[in-house]
Structures are given as C-alpha cells and as structure tokens.
C-alpha cells in the first residue's frame, strides 16, 4: 500500500461491526496515550539537566512515517501527540509513585477492549496482517474526524 487511502481502506476491511468501531474510537486513542505514558518513563540520557526519553524518539518515528502518508495527518498527530504529553507530564509529576501503574494500567485494559472488539468483530486485528497497522489506526480514526470536517488528507 503506497497511500493513505489504500491504507485506511485495508484498515477498514478490519472493522466493519459497529460495537468493535466503537470500541476502537475508545481503545485506540487511550492505546496511543498509554504507550506514549510508558515510553515518557524510559530515560535513555541526561544532558545538562534535560532528560530524554524513549517518548521522544517515538514520536519523531512516527511523526515521520505519518509525513510520508499525509502531511495534513501528521501535523494531526503532532497536535494530539502534543496533548497527551501534556496530560502525561501532569501525571508524571502528580503521581510520582502511581504513574508506571496507571499507563500500564490503561495500556493493559485497552488491549484487552479491542480484542474484545475484535472477537465481536470475528476477524483477528490488522496488525496481525502487517504491523505497520500500529500506527495506522490513530490516522484512520483521524481521517474519518478530518473527512467529516471537510479536511483533505
């Protein structure tokens, strides 16, 4: 698959049961947070009292990798990614000895929410297909909310 299109056509092929959409509208996104939570908690260096994590380097993979599918969708993902940082950051420093438990927490959780859906569905993930699907998911819920606002992708 070479565009976005052909990429959330593919996606969709996936989900075509209305509880397992739903499902994902919730599962997807707290999927994205969490990971980015956990990630946010793996130092990987320390210059001059900056400290960078594996979040950093995720985001800059895929930020790129949506850049080359869409750039309107990555400047999307940048603006959300942005968001769940934040969010990330205000747990991070508010529950200092909680915070691995409740990314984990929701990672786990929302895992389990969309094969619950997946079941309800009767095909397996798209990712099991190709795991490039991982990160097709956010953008093919994104590209259903700029389609609806008349965003071109």
Known sequence: MSNINEWNDEYAKYHRNKANKIIHWICIPLIMFSLLGLLSLMTLFTFNSVTISALWFFIIFAIGYYIK??????????IISIFFIYIIELINLNFINQKFKIFLGIFIISWIGQ???????????????DLQFLLIGPLWLLSYIYEKLGIKL
Not at 69 to 78: E, V
Not at 115 to 129: D, L, S, T, Y
Request: hydrophobic share 50%.
């Open 69 to 78: 599918l869409s750039k309107s969708l990555a400047l999307g993902m940048a």
């Open 115 to 129: 094969f619950i859906g997946h079941k309800i569905e009767g095909k397996k993930p798209a990712f099991v297909k």
